[in-house]
């Protein structure tokens, strides 16, 4: 059974930092991309970053680039999201995601771990 769980949210002021953690489990792990999206509270998720199956590759949605980090620990089966200078915008749901969308199109959902950035 595929299972991803997130933790690491939680309550920050403006300026402080936290690291998410998602813990995957049921699958091949070091086969797959993984990802971190966000869904702040009256909006439709949005993709936050990326890291491809060999940790080799990583993107970023603009208004994080330079304050968020994604990496793998494939030994542990687990990515993270270093989030830095947070900002009351970054108040989300975080949820982790694997996929293989160049592959076969499969991919998994965590359920997510809720961040508040206090001004």
């Known amino acids: 059974q595929v299972e991803l769980v997130e933790s690491g949210g939680g309550l920050v002021q403006a300026g402080g930092s936290l690291r998410l953690s998602c813990a995957a489990s049921g699958y091949a792990f070091s086969s797959y991309a993984m990802e971190w999206f966000r869904q702040a509270p009256g909006k439709e998720r949005e993709f936050v970053a990326h890291i491809n199956w060999s940790g080799s590759s990583t993107y970023y949605i603009d208004s994080v680039k330079g304050r968020f980090t994604i990496s793998r620990e494939d030994a542990k089966n687990t990515v993270y999201l270093q989030m830095n200078s947070l900002k009351p915008e970054d108040t989300a749901v975080y949820y982790c995601?694997?996929?293989?969308?160049?592959?076969?199109?499969?991919?998994?959902w965590g359920k997510g771990t809720r961040v508040t950035v206090s001004s």
């Open positions: 995601n694997a996929n293989r969308r160049d592959l076969d199109g499969i991919e998994y």
